[in-house]
């Protein structure tokens, strides 16, 4: 699966902001068929950063959500203000 089909669109709610603060996390929802081994490789591909988690949720309206884990040496604030959510 292409990168560019894996992530949709980055989410940035009240939730989501502080998990980017405090625990250096990016929401992203992603495609159904998308696996957490797709989600990884497309978060490193598309923003040049390591990851080193991936927790998904699938909402009760039938959306997929991508939790992303970075790695320490990567700061989700400079990612989410590239992507323009912050």
Known sequence: MDAQEVILYPVMT???SRL???ENKLVFV????ATKWDVKR???ELYDVRVEKVNIVITPKGV???FV???PD???V???IKLGVL
């Open 64 to 66: 997929k959500k991508a």
């Open 30 to 33: 992603v495609n159904m068929k």
């Open 74 to 76: 990567y700061k989700a």
């Open 42 to 44: 497309a978060v490193e």
């Open 69 to 71: 884990k970075l790695h």
């Open 78 to 80: 400079d990612v989410a």
């Open 20 to 22: 980017i603060e405090s």
């Open 14 to 16: 009240e939730v989501a």
